[in-house]
């Protein structure tokens, strides 16, 4: 596969994964942009042995841990978008709290409150 077509892959996932979400104040340099979508999301989230599904957990999870809420306000509506329940956050914010710290679990209940309020 050549780089046109991992970032066509890649521009088409970041679709999927982001829609609802308002990232036009969201601004990268040109290259950094090029990157993202040919390398992240057009071959490593490509790439067997997880599913879509498990890679946003994951992501959600590393999210948490590194305590990085502009990204979780991403990422968790991307989970929401691939069909993971609210629950299956909630529940990994509390384990992740055990190994994260008190304080990221906090911020991210916070930043899941915001972007995806209980139904």
């Given at each position: ?22 990232t036009a104040g ?46 979780q306000r991403l ?5 929401r978008n691939l ?37």
């Amino acid at each position: 596969m050549n780089d046109e077509e991992r970032r066509n892959i890649g521009l088409e996932l970041v679709r999927k994964l982001f829609a609802g979400v308002d990232t036009a104040g969201v601004k990268m340099p040109e290259t950094l942009t090029d990157y993202t979508m040919r390398h992240v999301f057009g071959d490593l989230w490509q790439q067997e042995g997880l599913s879509l599904q498990e890679r946003s957990l994951v992501t959600c999870t590393l999210l948490v841990a590194l305590n990085r809420e502009a990204e979780q306000r991403l990422h968790f509506v991307g989970a929401r978008n691939l069909g993971i329940p609210r629950s299956a956050i909630e529940a990994m914010i509390t384990h992740a709290a055990h190994y994260a710290g008190w304080p990221s679990a906090v911020g991210a209940s916070r930043v899941l409150a915001e972007v995806w309020p209980e139904e």
